[in-house]
């Protein structure tokens, strides 16, 4: 079963504008963290925000900021005064608690959506 | 800048040859590292978690014999392509987890197997 949804497969915003994109996350466990991370044609993954289960506001960092709904599962990204040079593919991503991985040395992995490309229209 | 570099950033190999990867945490401790792959326009799948000082724990169907890792130091991790085929032509991605929750990925190896 998917664990990271990302529905949308290319979004398109006009410079200066806002754009939302979509994350679905599925477990059960308590405790997890959930990222956005940007990878531009170079192929660099650029961190950008993260948000913990626990976190009782949404997160923010500048231009971005999470949407966190926990009861929906559901953590959007939301770029503010859109530039151009945010034209890249977005990607969310999930990391499960310790009770998933328990003891394990898989602890810390990250699950990956299947990304957004995003183009940013002048 | 920069928290986890790779080297080498493009690496092109003959079939049959072997080809190894370094990802290096730059300012901090990792006691874990994880290796990915990409293919275009796909998401990132994870190969394997590489633990300093211990044997790395693979995801399922990644051949362990095929793709070597090593992370003999709490800085430093390898992946080695062993007897690399076409087929494993990819975009190779290391990170690292600092001690907060931050995970910062490295520039990425782009192999081409000819």
């Known amino acids: 079963a998917q664990k990271i949804t990302q529905t949308q497969p290319g979004m398109f915003v006009q410079e200066k504008e806002a754009v939302t994109l979509d994350c679905t996350y599925d477990?059960?466990?308590?405790?997890?963290?959930l990222f956005w991370y940007k990878q531009p044609s170079s192929g660099e993954m650029i961190f950008l925000i993260y948000?913990?289960?626990?976190?009782?506001q949404n997160a923010t960092e500048g231009r971005y900021s999470l949407n966190f709904q926990k009861a929906r599962k559901s953590a959007n990204l939301v770029i503010s005064a859109s530039q151009l040079g945010d034209s890249a593919m977005y990607f969310c991503?999930?990391?499960?608690?310790?009770?998933?991985?328990?003891?394990?040395?898989?602890?810390?992995?990250?699950?990956f959506g299947q990304g957004t490309i995003l183009t940013v229209h002048p | 800048g920069a928290v986890v570099s790779q080297h080498p950033s493009r690496v092109i190999c003959k079939s049959g040859t072997s080809v190894k990867i370094e990802c290096r945490s730059l300012?901090?401790?990792?006691?874990?590292m994880f290796w990915y792959r990409q293919f275009p326009k796909k998401s990132l799948m994870l190969m394997a978690t590489?633990?300093?000082?211990?044997?790395?724990?693979?995801e399922q169907g990644v051949e362990k014999d095929k793709f070597l890792i090593n992370h003999a130091s709490l800085t430093l991790s390898t992946l080695t392509v062993t007897s690399a085929h076409p087929e494993d032509s990819s975009f190779y991605i290391c990170?690292?987890?600092?001690?907060?929750?931050?995970?910062?990925f490295g520039p990425g190896t782009r192999l081409t197997v000819t």
């Open positions: 990170s690292a987890r600092r001690p907060r929750n931050e995970q910062y």
């Open positions: 477990t059960s466990d308590p405790s997890y963290g």
């Open positions: 948000q913990g289960s626990y976190d009782q």
């Open positions: 991503a999930m990391r499960e608690g310790t009770r998933a991985n328990a003891g394990g040395t898989s602890y810390g992995k990250l699950t």
């Open positions: 300012d901090f401790q990792a006691t874990t």
């Open positions: 590489s633990n300093e000082g211990s044997k790395a724990t693979y």
